[in-house]
């Protein structure tokens, strides 16, 4: 995985549009939500986009960063060293608190993956991942781990990717196999269900989830440009399909170009849709400790069982 976005590191500003505009998406639902935190945590934050405007908008808040990749934890540092040098020539004349606000205080990056964090436990207040979560293959094991390093009542606040995502490509891939007469195999991430990650989160310690989901559709003029950007964003199964000779490969390739030319819209674009999921909840009450033994509070006592109403 590290290898994987190492190497989309460099061309990743060439489809940074999609994460850009889903981060805006979920930054208007987090106006509404009634939170102030002292510190955040972007789980995943790549290139360190989503950095800048979390400190603009919690300017008394401290941010961290933290990364598998270590070429997009480069690139992330070099914006934050740019945007340094063009503020420093004014900023150094504000009183510290000042200064502060207008984000003189930069972020913290670390290299690590978002499932197995190298934080205390209940580190933050505010968990953000934008577009992250999908890159794992087991997300009831990341969930645990993003609950323990928020402190009660913290906010978790994520995006990722649902099933219709890329579905026209998966189609395409689908009747291409079938025409060669090849075994389907995947060729897109197996994308979870809205719903499946609301349970997931409530077993994982979080209570109160909200979820909801949209469908963006990105259109292309030719299926070169639209393979082109699928490849940049590496969304394709942990083990690639088709390790078979160079042959076989160009026969697929060529035989999904037509199945996608097929889909060309009335005015001759491919359309190429994204199931956005947007999900966020709170770090709930501990029921039990680590050690698994039940956690009775002074103010359940002599309450007795709640009734069903």
């Known amino acids: 995985m ?74 992330a540092r070099v914006a934050e060293a740019a945007e340094a040098d063009g503020g420093a020539g004014w900023r150094r004349f504000l009183p510290s608190t000042l200064a502060k606000a207008f984000g003189a205080r930069g972020p913290q990056l670390a290299q690590a993956d978002f499932a197995a964090l190298p934080f205390a436990s209940g580190a933050f207040e505010l968990l953000w991942s934008n577009l992250a979560l999908h890159w ?39 009747e291409a196999e079938r025409t060669l007469g090849l075994a389907p195999v995947p060729h897109t991430i197996d994308f979870v269900d809205m719903h499946d990650l609301g349970d997931m989160l409530v077993e994982s310690g979080f209570e109160i989830p909200v979820m909801d989901q949209e469908v963006l559709t990105i259109t292309y003029k030719s299926p070169e440009s639209l393979l082109a950007d699928v490849a940049r964003w590496g969304a394709y199964p942990f083990e690639r399909a088709y390790e078979g000779g160079r042959a076989e490969t160009r026969a697929v390739r060529d035989a999904v170009h037509l199945a996608l030319d097929a889909r060309r819209r009335d005015d001759g674009t491919i359309p190429l849709n994204f199931e956005v999921i947007y999900g966020h909840a ?26 069903n109403r």
């Not at 935190?37 to 400190?55: F, S």
């Not at 609950?147 to 395409?172: C, H, I, W, Y």
């Open 2 to 75: 590290r290898a994987i976005f190492d190497g989309r590191a460099a061309a990743f500003d060439e489809v940074a549009f999609l994460p850009r505009e889903i981060a805006e998406r979920m930054r208007e639902r987090l106006q509404y939500i009634k939170v102030a935190p002292t510190r955040i945590l972007d789980a995943a934050c790549g290139v360190g986009a989503d950095l800048g405007p979390l400190r603009e908008r919690f300017a008394e808040a401290s941010v961290t960063g933290v990364d598998v990749s270590s070429a997009m934890l480069a690139r």
């Open 136 to 174: 794992h293959a087991r997300p009831d094991l990341v969930f645990p781990e993003w609950q323990r390093v928020l402190k009660v009542n913290g906010l978790l606040m994520f995006s990722t990717f649902g099933p219709d995502t890329l579905r026209e490509l998966a189609a395409a891939y689908r």
């Open 282 to 307: 709170w770090k709930a009450i501990p029921r039990t400790t680590p050690e698994g033994h039940g956690i009775v509070r002074l103010d359940d006592i002599g309450r007795g069982p709640r009734r």
